[in-house]
C-alpha cells in the first residue's frame, strides 16, 4: 500500500483581512473626524464669529461722569432697538467739527471700561463721537445676529446721525475695530463720510479662519464673510489704518494687504500693544497720527491735500 502524503494546507485569508482593516480602520476614524470637525465649524459658526457675552457680556456699565453721554435707542429697519452714545468733544472750544461713528468689536459692549477710557481720550481731539451696539449686544434688543443684520444696524445709526441730529454726512468718519472694520468698510462702500479709520483690520472672515484652521476648507464653508477686502477700491473716502505689530487676533500681514488693496488716499500706522491697547499702549503714537489725520481731513482743501502712501 502506498503512503499518502498529507494535501499542503491552504494559505488563511485572515492575515490579509486583518492587514486591510489595519489600514481601514485609521482612515475611516481619521475622515469621521475631519468631517466632524466640518460640521462643528458650520454650525457654530455664529458663536465662533460673534461674542457679546465676554468681556462683561451684556450688563452695561454706567458712563464716566466725565463724559457727557446722551443716550437713545435707534431703531433699525427691522424694528429693533440700537442702544446708542452720542458723545459731544470734550472742549467745544477746540472742536474740529467732525463726528466719529464707531462700530465696534466682536465681543462686549460699548459701556466697557476699556472703551469708554479710549472714547475720553479720542474726544480730547476735538471729535464728537456715536457709538451704538448691535443687536444682541448689551441692552440692544436681541434679533438675527448676522453679517448682514449688523450692516443694517450701521446704516441704521448713521441714517439717525443725518435725519434726525442734522450731522452732515460730509462731517462723519466712521470708524472700525476688529470685526467692526468689516462692517465700517461696508458702510463706507455705500454712504458719503469724510473719512474712513480702520484698527486691528482684516481682509475677510474666511481669510482669518483659514489662517486659524488651515487643514478645513473654511473658505467654503463660511457664511459670514465680511470681505473687506473686495470692497476697499471703491471706497475713495480718506482712510486711515491702524495695526499692532504684535497683534495676537488679527495678524498684522491682515492689514496690510487690506491697505495694499486700497486706493489713495490713504495712510498705515504701526503701533504696538497688541490687539485692544495699542490705544493705551502706544497712546503717543496713536493719538498723534489719529489727531493730526481728523484735522487734515476737517480742513477745507482736504481733497487737494497730497495722499500719505
Given at each position: 500500500?502506498?503512503?499518502?502524503?498529507?494535501?499542503?494546507?491552504?494559505?488563511?485569508?485572515?492575515?490579509?483581512?486583518?492587514?486591510?482593516?489595519?489600514?481601514?480602520?485609521?482612515?475611516?476614524?481619521?475622515?469621521?473626524?475631519?468631517?466632524?470637525?466640518?460640521?462643528?465649524?458650520?454650525?457654530?459658526?455664529?458663536?465662533?464669529?460673534?461674542?457679546?457675552?465676554?468681556?462683561?457680556?451684556?450688563?452695561?456699565?454706567?458712563?464716566?461722569?466725565?463724559?457727557?453721554?446722551?443716550?437713545?435707542?435707534?431703531?433699525?429697519?427691522?424694528?429693533?432697538?440700537?442702544?446708542?452714545?452720542?458723545?459731544?468733544?470734550?472742549?467745544?472750544?477746540?472742536?474740529?467739527?467732525?463726528?466719529?461713528?464707531?462700530?465696534?468689536?466682536?465681543?462686549?459692549?460699548?459701556?466697557?471700561?476699556?472703551?469708554?477710557?479710549?472714547?475720553?481720550?479720542?474726544?480730547?481731539?476735538?471729535?464728537?463721537?456715536?457709538?451704538?451696539?448691535?443687536?444682541?449686544?448689551?441692552?440692544?434688543?436681541?434679533?438675527?445676529?448676522?453679517?448682514?443684520?449688523?450692516?443694517l444696524d450701521a446704516r441704521a445709526v448713521y441714517e439717525w446721525m443725518v435725519r434726525d441730529r442734522g450731522i452732515p454726512a460730509s462731517r462723519i468718519v466712521i470708524y472700525g475695530?476688529?470685526?467692526?472694520?468689516?462692517?465700517?468698510?461696508?458702510?463706507?462702500?455705500?454712504?458719503?463720510?469724510?473719512?474712513?479709520?480702520?484698527?486691528?483690520?482684516?481682509?475677510?472672515?474666511?481669510?482669518?479662519?483659514?489662517?486659524?484652521?488651515?487643514?478645513?476648507?473654511?473658505?467654503?464653508?463660511?457664511?459670514?464673510?465680511?470681505?473687506?477686502?473686495?470692497?476697499?477700491?471703491?471706497?475713495?473716502?480718506?482712510?486711515?489704518?491702524?495695526?499692532?505689530?504684535?497683534?495676537?487676533?488679527?495678524?498684522f500681514a491682515f492689514g496690510e494687504r487690506l491697505f495694499a488693496a486700497s486706493p489713495a488716499p490713504k495712510e498705515f500706522v504701526a503701533l504696538t500693544g497688541g490687539h485692544d491697547?495699542?490705544?493705551?499702549?502706544?497712546?503717543?503714537?496713536?493719538?498723534?497720527?489719529?489727531?493730526?489725520?481728523?484735522?487734515?481731513?476737517?480742513?477745507?482743501?482736504?481733497e487737494s491735500a497730497p495722499p500719505a502712501e
Amino acid at each position: 500500500m502506498k503512503a499518502t502524503r498529507p494535501s499542503a494546507a491552504l494559505p488563511s485569508a485572515a492575515p490579509a483581512r486583518t492587514r486591510r482593516w489595519l489600514f481601514v480602520v485609521p482612515v475611516v476614524i481619521g475622515l469621521a473626524g475631519y468631517l466632524g470637525a466640518m460640521a462643528y465649524l458650520k454650525l457654530n459658526e455664529t458663536a465662533l464669529v460673534y461674542h457679546p457675552n465676554e468681556y462683561g457680556g451684556r450688563a452695561m456699565v454706567a458712563p464716566a461722569p466725565d463724559l457727557r453721554v446722551e443716550e437713545f435707542r435707534v431703531m433699525s429697519p427691522d424694528s429693533l432697538a440700537l442702544v446708542t452714545w452720542l458723545v459731544p468733544p470734550a472742549d467745544s472750544a477746540n472742536a474740529i467739527g467732525l463726528w466719529v461713528l464707531v462700530c465696534h468689536g466682536n465681543a462686549g459692549n460699548i459701556s466697557l471700561p476699556l472703551r469708554q477710557e479710549w472714547l475720553r481720550a479720542l474726544i480730547a481731539e476735538g471729535v464728537g463721537a456715536v457709538s451704538f451696539d448691535y443687536r444682541g449686544y448689551g441692552a440692544s434688543d436681541d434679533g438675527p445676529l448676522d453679517e448682514e443684520a449688523l450692516y443694517l444696524d450701521a446704516r441704521a445709526v448713521y441714517e439717525w446721525m443725518v435725519r434726525d441730529r442734522g450731522i452732515p454726512a460730509s462731517r462723519i468718519v466712521i470708524y472700525g475695530h476688529s470685526l467692526g472694520s468689516g462692517v465700517a468698510t461696508a458702510l463706507a462702500a455705500h454712504v458719503e463720510a469724510a473719512g474712513l479709520i480702520l484698527e486691528g483690520a482684516f481682509t475677510s472672515v474666511p481669510d482669518v479662519g483659514a489662517s486659524r484652521y488651515p487643514w478645513l476648507p473654511v473658505r467654503l464653508l463660511a457664511s459670514e464673510r465680511f470681505a473687506s477686502i473686495q470692497r476697499m477700491d471703491s471706497i475713495a473716502m480718506p482712510k486711515l489704518q491702524l495695526h499692532a505689530t504684535d497683534d495676537g487676533v488679527i495678524p498684522f500681514a491682515f492689514g496690510e494687504r487690506l491697505f495694499a488693496a486700497s486706493p489713495a488716499p490713504k495712510e498705515f500706522v504701526a503701533l504696538t500693544g497688541g490687539h485692544d491697547r495699542a490705544f493705551s499702549a502706544d497712546s503717543a503714537t496713536y493719538y498723534s497720527a489719529i489727531g493730526r489725520w481728523l484735522r487734515r481731513i476737517a480742513a477745507p482743501d482736504v481733497e487737494s491735500a497730497p495722499p500719505a502712501e
